[in-house]
Each structure stands twice: as C-alpha cells, then as structure tokens.
C-alpha cells in the first residue's frame, strides 16, 4: 500500500497548472449514456475514481477509448453508448462501492431506455450519503423505483420520463446532476427548483447543450429543461478543478511561499480566496496563456490571523475544503471555529491532525481549532479523499518526517499531486507497498 513520506518546513515556490475537476468529469462521463454517437472529454484528472467510471460504463456496454497526456496528469476520453438496448444495463456492486457517483448512470439510463439495475452505493466515510432526492425525483418524472437485494430496480412504464416542476427538498449536487441529465430526453418541461449551482453543474449543463439539449437558467438555482427526441455526440474540454486549486491555496497558506496557479478560474474559489486574505495572504488574478492565474503568497514567519468558517452550497464555502482549511487555522494566531453544515461526519482528518500536534477540539458539527500551534511530523492515515489532502498539506509544516499511509483515498481524486508539490520544491516522496497500516 502506497505511502506518502514529507520532510517539513520549506515555503512553496514557482508554478502549478490545475487539471480537469474529477466531480465534472464524472458526471460528464455518465452522460455519454443520453446518446448513441460518441462523447469526447479532454482534461479528465488521472485519477482512480475516473477509472471506475469509465469501467461502470464499460460494464453497461459503452466502448470507451483512453488517452494519456505524456505527463500523466490528465486523460481524454472518448465514450460510445451505441447498442446498449439489447444489454441488461446493470451497474454492478463491485464497481459502485468504491464509486458512489456511479448512482449518475441511473438519471441518463432511464432517460433513453427507460430502464436501468444499479447498484446502492452505500455510505463511505463522510456520511450515510443517501440518494432518497434522486429517487424521489425520478419517481415524480414517471420511473417504478423499488429496492432489491441492495440494488435500485428502475423502470419506466410507457417507456419515457415526464416532465415535471420540482423543488429539491434540500440542495444536492448529485441529485442536481442526475434528474438534469434526466429530464434532457424526458416528454415535456421540467423545471428544478432549489438546484445546486456547483461550477461542476454549469459544466455539465454546458456538455448536455453541446449535445442538443435545451436548457435554460444555467448556474441558477432554477433549471428549465425542454425535453428533446434525442442527443447527438459532443467534445467538451471539463472545467478546472476548484477543489484541487483551493488544495494548492491552502498549501501555500499554511506552508509559506509564493505560488503562481494556472488554467484556472478564480471566481470558482472565491470564498476561500477571500477567507485566506482575512488571514493574511495575498492574490493577485491575471490572464496567463492557457486561461486566468492566480498568485498566491505568504511569506515565511508572516503570522496568519485566525477567522472562523462554515461550509455551505456554492457560491458558499465548499465542503470539500473544509479539512485543507483546518490545517492553515492549526497556524493562525487564535481561535477559529469551523462549522460544517453539509456532511455528518467530515471531522475524521482532526484527530490526524492532533497526532501531529495541531491545538483542536470537535463538538458535534463543529471544530475549534487554537492556533498558531508547532506541528512535529508522525505517521498518520488518510480517511477519505480531502482528509488525506489536509494530511500532505501539514506534513509540508510538521518539522521534521511525516508519514501518510492509505494515500490510495487520495489517488481518487488527485492525479500527481506529490509530484505537482515536488516541482513547488517540497520534500515529498512516494514509497510504495511496504507497511500494511
Ligand atoms: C458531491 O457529492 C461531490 N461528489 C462531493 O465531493 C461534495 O462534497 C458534495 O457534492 C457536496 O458539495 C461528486 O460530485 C462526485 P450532495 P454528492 O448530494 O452529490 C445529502 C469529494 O471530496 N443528500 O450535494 O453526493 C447528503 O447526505 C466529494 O470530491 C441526501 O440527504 O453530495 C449531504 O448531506 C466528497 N439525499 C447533502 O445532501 C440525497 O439523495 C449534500 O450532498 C442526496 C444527498
């Protein structure tokens, strides 16, 4: 099992480019299946959770063509839905539970066949993450949902969705996702209300329009979709990946340095950008050759102030950089208090940081964290995804060695990111097989 080793202590320097997003590029895969000509996506993270995509829809009969970028940070990937009635269309179990996002080939699925077998995706560490608002939104569009030996059995009597008018009884970027791509190819208007306004989304919606789509109120929390007979093929170039930017900013907030980020849009972190100046970092925005750069600096010694944070649906502050922001909190001078309202159980990465000497105590969905506080490198384990993130982000402070185990949680959704801070001039290694912790 893969582990990450960090010598702390050394401000970041130079320049980084920011691949595709993995939470566009997963959705925009799951909407090949709307139609039989082939879909192109560039600048799809390498990353393990776009592999099981791709496998998910291999295993419901889509060919799928990859190629790498000689740097291996990205993939393009050209998927064809062609002749999949004839198939059972199932997702099966063993692909689903490592990826819940498969439950995204459920919308499009029943959108053109008017069936589909997939697999429940479980909980994982962060949360029970139901999908009742998916199923209950297909449901109101026509689909028979039942539940069976843990898989959703769907179909659509009469063979095509309806249209209809909803408001998501709580914002949901998946459920967003799955009923938009639904409701592409469904009889009549459907108009979602209480949409989740994620850039993710924006570009989903953008691929689905390429494709034929009708589609109005993009980026708004009011979605009008006109249903269509059928989607032609596209190309589409998946947004930048703001969780991956915001991971660089907060490296740079906690570890020191100057760095420069690039193919990305500031606007996507805005409220982490303006929540960093409020401690004492300072941005500068320009055009660069391949789309906006952001510059990002804090010099060593420079003492960061401690502000508090609660996460909350774009535009607010997003979850996925919660558990980044609590290691840059462990060095401000301080209290800070984090509150985070969108997953149960998103905290797991505190008591990691403890191990490294981090000030913190957790009171249900919040966290206090008393700063600055010395961090002395160990060996911790990553937990999930963005947990094993924060874990990189403070071994690049911890004095001395620190050790993260199970980066296989972090190989989901960072392509090279050990490699991307090597060239920033941080001491990272990655050590392969080894302990089994
Ligand atoms: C997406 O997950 C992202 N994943 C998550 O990123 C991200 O944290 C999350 O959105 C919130 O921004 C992908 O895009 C692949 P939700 P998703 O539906 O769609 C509850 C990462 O680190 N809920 O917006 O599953 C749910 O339990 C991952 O890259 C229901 O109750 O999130 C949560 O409390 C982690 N019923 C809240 O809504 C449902 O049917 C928001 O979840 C669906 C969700």
Do not use: W
Request: with cysteine; aromatic share 2%.
């Amino acid at each position: 099992m893969d582990r990450l080793v960090i010598e702390g202590g050394v401000p970041l320097q130079g320049h980084v480019v920011i691949s595709g997003a993995k939470n566009a590029a997963l959705p925009c895969l799951a909407a090949a299946l709307l139609s039989a000509e082939p879909v192109t996506l560039r600048h799809l993270p390498a990353v393990s959770d776009i592999r099981t995509m791709v496998k998910v829809l291999q295993a419901l009969g889509c060919s799928a063509e990859i190629e790498k970028d000689p740097e291996g940070f990205e993939l393009t990937a050209t998927l064809c839905a062609a002749g999949l009635e004839q198939g059972d269309l199932r997702a099966p179990y063993e692909l689903v539970k490592t990826m819940r996002a498969s439950i995204l080939v459920l919308g499009p699925l029943l959108a053109r066949f008017g069936k589909a077998s997939v697999s429940l995706p479980g909980g994982c560490a962060i949360g029970a993450r139901p999908v009742n608002l998916h199923l209950e939104a297909l449901e109101r569009m026509g689909a028979e949902i039942s539940i069976d030996k843990g898989y959703v059995e769907a179909q659509v009597p009469g063979g095509k969705l309806k249209g209809m008018n909803h408001t998501f009884e709580k914002v949901s970027v998946g459920a967003t996702e799955n009923i938009l791509m639904a409701a592409t190819l469904a009889e009549g208007t459907t108009v979602l209300r209480n949409a989740a306004q994620e850039p993710e989304i924006t570009d989903l919606a953008q691929l689905l329009v390429k494709m034929g789509a009708l589609i109005e109120g993009i980026g708004t929390p009011v979605l009008t979709i006109r249903g269509v007979e059928h989607l032609d093929g596209g190309e589409h170039s998946v947004v930048a990946d703001r969780i991956e930017a915001g991971t660089f900013l907060c490296a740079v907030a906690a570890a020191g340095g100057d760095v420069v980020l690039d193919r990305m849009i500031p606007e996507h972190v805005r409220s982490l950008i303006d929540l960093l100046e409020r401690c004492g970092c300072v941005f500068t925005e320009r055009q660069g050759q391949e789309g906006m750069q952001l510059r990002v600096q804090r010099e060593p010694g420079q003492k960061l102030r401690a502000r508090d944070v609660a996460t909350s649906p774009y535009p607010g502050f997003p979850t996925d950089l919660q558990a980044q922001v609590m290691a840059v909190l462990t060095q401000a001078s301080g209290i800070s208090v984090i509150k985070e309202t969108i997953f149960e159980n998103r905290f797991q990465h505190a008591m990691e940081l403890e191990r490294l000497g981090a000030n913190l105590r957790i009171d249900g969905p919040t966290a206090i964290v008393a700063g600055p506080c010395a961090l002395k490198g160990c060996t911790v384990m990553a937990t999930d995804l963005r947990a094993s993130a924060t874990l990189v982000i403070a071994g690049l402070v911890a004095e001395g060695q620190t050790t993260v185990d199970r980066i296989y949680h972090l190989d989901r959704g960072y392509a090279g990111l050990e490699r991307k801070l090597q060239a920033l001039g941080a001491r990272i290694q990655r050590v392969g097989g080894g302990s089994v912790s």
